[in-house]
């Protein structure tokens, strides 16, 4: 069984090499920097993060348009 310290030291040497796309609404609980931020500290190097306004946490839901527009601008990528 491996130990804590060791697991974490085996997770922190892998860096992730996809791109991660954070994205939320401007009304969601928290800082959409403070989850970036969390990734980047973890190892993840290409990060993007963008904030719709208007919404919450159900952005398909409340903001389609803008939600689907970001995807599609970020997928390509």
């Known amino acids: 069984?491996?130990?804590?310290?060791?697991?974490?030291s085996h997770v922190f040497?892998?860096?992730a090499?996809?791109?991660?796309f954070a994205i939320r609404g401007d009304a969601d609980f928290?800082?959409?920097d403070d989850y970036l931020e969390g990734l980047m500290?973890?190892?993840a190097k290409n990060l993007h993060?963008?904030?719709i306004t208007n919404c919450g946490?159900?952005?398909?839901?409340?903001?389609?348009?803008p939600f689907v527009?970001?995807?599609?601008?970020?997928?390509?990528?």
């Open 13 to 15: 040497s892998r860096r």
């Open 57 to 65: 946490e159900f952005l398909p839901i409340e903001a389609p348009e």
């Open 30 to 32: 928290g800082s959409i």
């Open 49 to 51: 993060g963008q904030v």
């Open 1 to 8: 069984m491996q130990t804590v310290g060791r697991l974490r």
């Open 17 to 20: 090499n996809s791109s991660f």
């Open 69 to 77: 527009k970001a995807l599609t601008d970020f997928a390509p990528r």
């Open 41 to 43: 500290l973890s190892g």
